[in-house]
C-alpha cells in the first residue's frame, strides 16, 4: 500500500512563473490537505479538500494560490507568478472518510529564484 | 491568536537515556492531539495521539501526557537511540466535525541523540 506520493521533490521556478505541486493521497484516502513548512517553522494548514470539493481554505493566501481534487488524479496545488516569499515545503496529507488521523506524503520544496 | 508551542527549541540527550520534549497549547476547545516525527528531508510520521478524555497513552518506547489543567502535552521517548533524532512537533485538532487532518502545529524540538 504506497503512501501518498507528492511530485516533483524539488522545483525551482523563477519570480513570475507558475509552479503546480501534485499529491496522490493513499488508496481509499477521500480527504487531502495541504501544509507549508517554512525553514525553522512548523507546518501551516493551507487547505482542505474532499474531491470535487474545497471544504475549509482558511489558510490558504487570497491571492495566486489555488487547489483542486478532482474526481480523477491527483490534487493540484497552484500557485501563481510565484515570489521568493513562497519558497517553502509543501507538504500533503490525506485520510480516508472519518479518520482522525491524516498520513504525510515527503513534500515538495519549492525553490523560487 | 491561539497556537501550539513548545517550551524548548533544541534537545540533547545521551544513547540510552529518557527523553521529555513538551508542549504547551492555547485552545482549550482543542481535544485530539498528536506527535510527530519529522526527520530531514522527509514528511511528518506520526508518533502517537492522545484524545482529551485521557491523560496518558503509551506505545512502543513512547509516552504521551496531557494535562489539560494547565494546557501541556509532553512526549516521553524512553531508552532514546540514535535514530530518534530528529524534529518532534506537537499539533491540535478540534474534532466533532470532518476536518480531522486539519493540525495547529507547534515550532518544533530538535532531539539530538548522542552515542
Known amino acids: 500500500n504506497a503512501g501518498v506520493m507528492q511530485n516533483p521533490r524539488h522545483l525551482v521556478r523563477r519570480r513570475g512563473q507558475e509552479a503546480r505541486l501534485r499529491c496522490s493521497p493513499m488508496?481509499?484516502?477521500?480527504?487531502v490537505y495541504w501544509y507549508r513548512q517554512l525553514p525553522e517553522e512548523g507546518l501551516k494548514f493551507m487547505v482542505y479538500?474532499?474531491?470535487?470539493?474545497?471544504?475549509?481554505e482558511s489558510g490558504m493566501p487570497k491571492e495566486r494560490f489555488s487547489a483542486e481534487f478532482p474526481k480523477e488524479g491527483p490534487s493540484i496545488l497552484r500557485i501563481q507568478q510565484v515570489v521568493r516569499g513562497d519558497s517553502a515545503a509543501y507538504f500533503c496529507?490525506?485520510?480516508?472518510?472519518?479518520?482522525?488521523?491524516?498520513?504525510f506524503g515527503q513534500g515538495t520544496r519549492l525553490t523560487v529564484v | 491568536g491561539e497556537s501550539v508551542g513548545l517550551h524548548l527549541p533544541t534537545l540533547s540527550v545521551q544513547e540510552g537515556d529518557n527523553s521529555i520534549i513538551n508542549c504547551a497549547y492555547s485552545?482549550?476547545?482543542?481535544?485530539?492531539f498528536i506527535w510527530y516525527k519529522q526527520e530531514s528531508g522527509k514528511g511528518p510520521q506520526f508518533i502517537i495521539d492522545?484524545?482529551?478524555?485521557?491523560d496518558k497513552r503509551q506505545g512502543q518506547r513512547v509516552t504521551v501526557l496531557l494535562n489539560k489543567t494547565v494546557k501541556h502535552l509532553s512526549l516521553q521517548i524512553a531508552a532514546t537511540q540514535p535514530g530518534d533524532s530528529a524534529v518532534y512537533f506537537c499539533a491540535e485538532n478540534i474534532s466533532g466535525g470532518t476536518s480531522y487532518g486539519k493540525l495547529t502545529f507547534g515550532q518544533g524540538t530538535i532531539l539530538t541523540v548522542h552515542p
Open positions: 496529507a490525506s485520510s480516508p472518510q472519518g479518520a482522525t488521523e491524516a498520513f
Open positions: 479538500l474532499q474531491k470535487e470539493n474545497i471544504i475549509d
Open positions: 492522545i484524545r482529551s478524555n485521557m
Open positions: 488508496k481509499g484516502h477521500s480527504h
Open positions: 485552545n482549550s476547545a482543542s481535544d485530539y
